[in-house]
């Protein structure tokens, strides 16, 4: 089955750390760049990284540069996103989501999401 | 602030055909493709329309995507109940070397 499964979100405190993965299964992964998308509660899309397929190319929207790294196991099909010192405002579902093309937004697999809160 | 713009909704009668705008720059919209992606309540988005204009399999043909310029637009004809989502815009940006959405706009069936 062609999927992407989200886990590792939870409740932080403000300052933590937290490590968020997708597990890809179904399709050759070491084919495709992978983003991390979020959704803060009751609002939009919010693109957060990108990783080329060999996990050698990598970039981030401003609001997360120096805090959060994504990086990837081509031999366990997985993505992570590691978020150091979390604040309120990274409150939300992320999603991971997949593209054929590298540098281009379309993604046409998306996962289910994990809810991380970050609170005191 | 999102640095694509879409109304913040659109609404129309069941049969009826409504247009979403996604406005950018050429840093954005007009030197990159453009994807559309429906969100319905408590789920994942799904990809409708990816290179500015082609629908996955499974996607009916009555949803439509173009681009003009540094804007985009989303049509869907003979709206239909089920439509009743929330739907981005989304592309690459050049300057930012980051992917960027528009803030959505949440279609209403009347």
């Known amino acids: 089955q062609v999927q992407l499964v989200e886990s590792g979100g939870g409740v932080v405190q403000p300052g933590r750390s937290l490590r968020v993965s997708c597990a890809a299964s179904?399709?050759?992964?070491?084919?495709?760049?992978m983003h991390w998308v979020r959704q803060a509660p009751g609002k939009g899309l919010e693109w957060v990284a990108v990783i080329s397929f060999d996990g050698n190319n990598k970039y981030y929207a401003d609001s997360v540069k120096g805090r959060f790294t994504i990086s990837r196991d081509n031999s366990e099909n997985t993505v992570y996103l590691q978020m150091n010192s979390l604040t309120a405002e990274d409150t939300g579902v992320y999603h991971c989501?997949?593209?054929?093309?590298?540098?281009?937004?379309?993604?046409?697999?998306w996962g289910r999401g994990t809810l991380v809160t970050v609170s005191s | 602030q999102s640095v694509l713009t879409q109304p913040p909704s659109v609404s129309a009668a069941p049969g009826q055909k409504v247009t979403i705008s996604c406005s950018g720059s050429n840093s954005n919209i007009e030197n990159n493709y453009v994807s559309w992606y429906q969100q319905l309540p408590g789920t994942a988005p799904k990809l409708l329309i990816y290179d500015n204009n082609k629908r996955p399999s499974g996607v009916p043909d009555r949803f439509s995507g173009s681009k003009s310029g540094t804007s985009a637009t989303l049509g869907i004809t003979g709206l239909q109940t089920g439509d009743e989502a929330d739907y981005y815009c989304?592309?690459?940006?050049?300057?930012?070397?980051?992917?960027?959405f528009g803030g959505g706009t949440k279609v209403t069936v009347l």
């Open positions: 989304g592309t690459w940006d050049s300057s930012l070397s980051a992917g960027v």
């Open positions: 179904g399709f050759t992964f070491n084919t495709y760049a």
């Open positions: 989501a997949r593209s054929s093309r590298w540098l281009q937004l379309g993604a046409d697999l």
